[in-house]
């Protein structure tokens, strides 16, 4: 069985599904069936980049670009070093660091 994504003329993924081939969809609706490989995933309400043969997940934040070559959508500002748990804050385009989070982990690690 293989997945497949059915893309309207937007690009946008507005199905998934499983098939042994992609005849097996023809019948289902006449939008376009795109295979989906192995090493990515698609999601409904994302695009597929016909150009690059990329699935691009739906957009979080406006700040944020995608990049190909990671296949993800990263912030303008690198997430910081230390090994704590941060949140994205768009209004302010900073990593802010989650304080109830961080002292669970503390607390957790402690006992």
């Known amino acids: ?8 003329s937007k690009n946008t993924v507005i ?4 098939a042994d081939n992609s005849s097996n969809l023809q019948n289902i609706e006449a939008n376009t069936w ?6 990515t995933i698609a999601h409904i309400g ?3 980049d ?7 997940p739906i957009k979080q934040y406006d700040s944020w670009v995608f990049d190909y070559s990671l ?8 997430y910081p070093d230390e090994p704590k ?12 660091l989650d304080e109830i989070s961080d002292k669970l ?4 690690i402690s006992e």
């Open 15 to 18: 199905n998934i599904v499983m």
């Open 71 to 78: 296949e993800k959508w990263v912030a303008p500002v690198d």
């Open 85 to 96: 748990p941060y949140y994205w804050e768009e209004e302010s385009k900073t990593w802010i």
């Open 1 to 8: 069985m293989n997945t497949f994504a059915q893309v309207n």
């Open 50 to 56: 016909s150009s690059n043969n990329i699935f691009i």
């Open 34 to 39: 795109v295979e989906v490989s192995s090493n």
């Open 105 to 108: 982990i503390v607390r957790v």
């Open 46 to 48: 994302g695009t597929y």
